[in-house]
Nanobody, 121 residues
Framework: QVQLVESGGGLVQPGGSLRLSCAASGTAFKISDMSWYHQAPGKERELVARITSGSSTNYAGSVKGRFAISRDNDNDMVYLQMNSLKHEETADYYC???????????????WGEGTRVTVYA
């Protein structure tokens, strides 16, 4: 079964940088779209960045130019490089794997448990 484990969160000053990692187990990684979401207290979970199975990327407008998502298909890893962090980006960050099952046609989503990012001086 597919599992995701995030790491790399922590306390960082405004303007600082952090690199989040997500390790995937199972066999579906290479055919999956991988995404990072964040969720601040009392807010809905929001998409931050996505990288498709074909390595196309898209970003939330608020992070475009500052964040970069990447993947390593040899090691089933996805990363989120976050630069020039802002206080309002304090949140729990979640890794998501998504693919469509070839036999059932159902969309499959797998979520990690999250890693906390705190941006504070």
């Amino acid at each position: 079964q597919v599992q995701l484990v995030e790491s790399g969160g922590g306390l960082v000053q405004p303007g600082g940088s952090l690199r989040l990692s997500c390790a995937a187990s199972g066999t579906a990684f290479k055919i999956s779209d991988m995404s990072w979401y964040h969720q601040a207290p009392g807010k809905e979970r929001e998409l931050v960045a996505r990288i498709t199975s074909g390595s196309s990327t898209n970003y939330a407008g608020s992070v475009k130019g500052r964040f970069a998502i990447s993947r390593d298909n040899d090691n089933d890893m996805v990363y989120l490089q976050m630069n020039s962090l802002k206080h309002e980006e304090t949140a729990d960050y979640y890794c998501q794997l998504a693919y469509r099952h070839s036999l059932t046609g159902k969309d499959v989503e797998v979520w990690g448990e999250g890693t906390r990012v705190t941006v504070y001086a």
